[in-house]
């Protein structure tokens, strides 16, 4: 058989009767490696149109033109393959499945490509952590655990649950009066004044603030200051800290140990679940959410987010210790990034550490910091740094400049807010009553009834409202509302941070993602969508994104696994427009259809912004930021409102 192309091979098959290859070193120009092939046959047709067939033994080899040929034992060459056919080839043979994961061999004792590419993808799912809950006993204090790491480093996928759709029709129901529900508890007497139903503080506007950064930053240590300075631990458990600490020989964490609650995170010194406290100033009631800093939980942090309005980025003045958290890899530009695309407005940067010895209130060293962060807040962020960033020094361990400004002997150079000062002049959000209700679960927690936890995004909760689970379609009622420092609440409004009690049946599972609405106007359930989406870096530089690509993705306090249906268009943002195309890489920004792996509730972005963003990520990376531009809902609907 002479060398060459054979244009008039229809097909290239595997020998079914072929060994299993062994990989061998890449020396080339030598094969940079040799499939295992299991004894089965291939059939492929390249998208670029070449059609062969193998009789032998075949091998890719990377020739000096950096194309991609295929070499059977015959010395029969087929090629050069696309940019496209070098993607899929490498991504299917350079993993190497077991017996157990064989793709399925069908009659005629061919394996299709796409089957034996399914086939490698089920090998990437990993059972993952699960999601757990645990309360803490420090007034004021609660701990949601998230997504718990495995691994110290690489982010594993989490487990992902596959639901069986719900075999009954959604009924709606017609609208409840929430203010003549109000009314009625009201005017119903209760037992006692200790523990009763009271409403929301309507002088304070709820507000939810998230302290994210790099580990080691000093971010519980500051949210431990602020309750400790708003008095919302007393003395003797201040003392209990001080002394565990102490005896841990970590005397001065110990104002990290009102946040950090668990043995796991006071071991490491490192925060690992989402923690919350509640505090109050002239005319907001503050949520704050310690975040992780940590790259391995960064998904508890992505939870953090999704719930906050604003976000404190803290940074570490010590010497050395900004430079790691900002090079690439640390996670002070991660955390910049995803605050700002799960939509928070108004970002407040926090210098830490002044007092370190290494810094000791230096203006030049506040400077130097400031130069550094700017450009990428401004450019890569799209902040506007005049308009949405605050700065603000401080000692998170010795509380200067949280409530009361810094002496004039330590930073005669500062003529700047205290933090306190800057958390009071923060914008309110303008938000609405008679909005539908939605409330995305964060975590669950079955005793006696059912208990949720979660924000509410937009709506009016009420003490004793009918309410629906989506996307499972059950009928529930609120039956306690639950703010914070355990005040029960006759109704929540849109931003408060709540705990609630649920009447449902028994049997049903309720999962984190889930979202509690009206009777009468429930979200969107799908699970395939289209999307706007801007990736920034992937695993791999060269790497490219189409069709069958699959990722995990964080949608409010949701995490399905999903995949990539279609490529449909390229923003060219030299033309301004729209170009279709089958692909695309890092840094471009295109539209998508996503499907996931189970029904998700969403809202177009335009529609409801908290239901209708999204982040992407693969391989411990953030590699997409994503809005739900268009989908088909998937709800059977049965009206019961007369209308």
Known sequence: MSGGLNPNAASFEWNTDAFEFVPSEPSPPKPIFTPKIHPAS????????IKCELTSEAYFYYWTDGKV??????????????????????????MQATEEEQPQVKDDGHISFSDFMKSQESRTKSSGPKIGFKEVAVTGVEKTQVVEEEVPIEEIKPQIKIREKPKVKLVVEKPIDKQALIAKIKETPEPGQDNRTIE??????PVNIVFIGHVDA?????????????????????????????????????LAYVMDQNEEERAKGKTVEVGR?????????????????HKAYVPNMINGASQAEYAALVISARISEFETGFERGGQTREHAMLAKSFGVTKLIVIINKMDDPSVNWSQERYDQIKKDMCPYLAETCKYNIEKDIEW???????????INPVSIEKAPWYSGPTLFEIFDRLPTPIRSTEDPLRIPIIDRVKDQGLTIYGKVESGLAVKGLRVLIMPIKIKGEII?????????????????????????????DVQRGYVICDVHSVCHITNEFKADVQFLELPDPKMLITAGYGCVMHLHTDIEECEVTEVIALFDMEKKKKVKTA???????????????????????????????????????????GKIIEFTDQLEVEDQTGN
């Open 218 to 254: 000093g971010k519980s240590t500051i949210c431990g200051n602020i309750l400790l300075l708003t008095n919302k631990i007393d003395r003797r458990l201040i003392e209990t800290y001080e002394q565990e600490a102490k005896e841990k020989g970590r005397e001065s964490w110990w």
């Open 69 to 94: 040929y295929l070499k059977d034992g015959c010395d029969q060459i087929f090629g050069p393959f696309s940019d496209l056919d070098n993607f899929l080839f490498t991504n299917a043979f350079s």
């Open 42 to 49: 291939f059939s492929y047709n390249p998208p670029a149109g």
């Open 480 to 508: 306690e509302i639950i703010g914070g420092e355990d005040t029960k609440l006759m109704y929540a409004n849109p931003g408060e941070n709540v705990k609630m009690r649920l009447k449902v049946p028994e049997e049903i």
């Open 200 to 205: 929301p503080d309507p002088r304070l506007s």
């Open 392 to 402: 603000v020094a401080i000692s998170g361990i010795t509380g200067d400049n949280i």
């Open 583 to 625: 692909f695309c890489k890092s840094g471009q920004r295109v539209i998508l259809k996503i499907k996931t792996v189970n029904e998700v509730c969403i809202e177009k972005y335009t529609s409801l912004v908290q239901l209708g963003r999204f982040v992407l990520r693969d391989k411990g990376i953030t590699v997409a930021l």
């Open 277 to 293: 406290a509640f505090f109050e100033t002239q005319n907001k009631r503050f949520t704050i959410l310690d975040a992780p800093g």
